[in-house]
C-alpha cells in the first residue's frame, strides 16, 4: 500500500463548477499536510496548509479527518487557469520534519 | 529576490557515468531538500541538507549523495547511473525554523535522461 494515494482522475469541472477530492495517508503519526500545483512540466508550488481545524484560502478549502487518515481539497467557483495536478503532502511523522511524502497527484481539467 | 535555481535543465548520460546537480536556495532560506519526480508520479524524498550535513534521508541507494556549501548551495550526485534514474529531480529549499521548514520552493528542475 502507498503511504500517500490519490485519486489521478482526471476531474473534468465545467467552469464555476465545485470539484472535491481526497487523498489517504497510511502514517497515523504524521503531524504536517500539505497540497501542492503542480502545472504540466513545471515545479509544485504550495498551495496551502491543511489544519486540524480545516482551512481556507480564497476559493480553496482544505479539510482533514485524522480518525480516518485522509485529507481533502474543495475548489469552488472552478476558474480556468485552476486546471492542474494536485499534490497531496504529508509529513513522515514526528521525528521526520522537512521528510516529505508525495502522493502521485489528482488531475484536475477544467473546461469552458 | 531570485527563488531556487537548479543547473543544468537538461542532462543526458549513459548507463555506468557519474552526475553532479546543481541547487541555489531561494534568498534567506537555508535548508535544502532533493527530490526525484519519475513521469507520472509524485515527487520522491531523496534527503535534505541543513548546516552542510545531511539531516534526513529516504530510501535511495548510497549512489546517492550530496553535500551543501557554507553559501547554502547544494549538489546532487549520482554514481553508477542506472536507465531507472531517469526524472527530473527538483530541488527545494525552506526555512530551518518549525513553522517553515516543510513549506517547500522548488527549482524547475534538471530533467536527466539515461541512455
Known amino acids: 500500500r502507498k503511504e500517500v494515494e490519490q485519486d489521478p482522475g482526471p476531474f473534468n469541472v465545467p467552469e464555476g463548477a465545485t470539484v472535491a477530492f481526497n487523498c489517504t495517508y497510511s502514517?497515523?503519526?504524521?503531524?504536517?499536510f500539505f497540497w501542492y500545483r503542480q502545472d504540466c512540466r513545471k515545479e509544485p508550488k504550495l498551495l496551502m496548509s491543511v489544519y486540524s481545524s480545516g482551512n481556507e484560502d480564497g476559493r480553496f478549502t482544505a479539510q482533514l479527518n485524522r480518525a480516518s487518515q485522509y485529507i481533502s481539497l474543495l475548489i469552488r467557483d472552478s476558474k480556468l487557469s485552476d486546471s492542474a495536478t494536485y499534490l497531496c503532502v504529508v509529513n513522515m511523522g514526528p521525528d521526520s520534519w522537512g521528510k516529505l511524502q508525495f502522493g502521485a497527484g489528482t488531475q484536475v481539467v477544467v473546461t469552458p | 529576490d531570485a527563488g531556487v535555481t537548479q543547473s543544468p535543465t537538461h542532462l543526458i548520460k549513459t548507463r555506468g557515468q557519474q552526475v553532479t546537480l546543481r541547487c541555489s536556495p531561494k534568498s534567506g532560506h537555508d535548508t535544502v531538500s532533493w527530490y526525484q519526480q519519475a513521469l507520472g508520479q509524485g515527487p520522491q524524498f531523496i534527503f535534505q541538507y541543513y548546516e552542510e550535513e545531511e539531516r534526513q534521508r529516504g530510501n535511495f541507494p548510497d549512489r546517492f549523495s550530496g553535500h551543501q556549501f557554507p553559501n547554502y548551495s547544494s549538489e546532487l550526485n549520482v554514481n553508477a547511473l542506472l536507465l531507472g534514474d531517469s526524472a527530473l529531480y527538483l530541488c527545494?529549499?525552506?526555512?530551518?525554523?518549525?513553522?517553515?521548514?516543510?513549506?517547500?520552493?522548488f527549482g524547475s528542475g534538471t530533467q536527466l535522461s539515461v541512455l
Open positions: 527545494a529549499s525552506s526555512a530551518r525554523d518549525r513553522f517553515s521548514n516543510e513549506k517547500l520552493f
Open positions: 502514517n497515523s503519526a504524521s503531524q504536517s
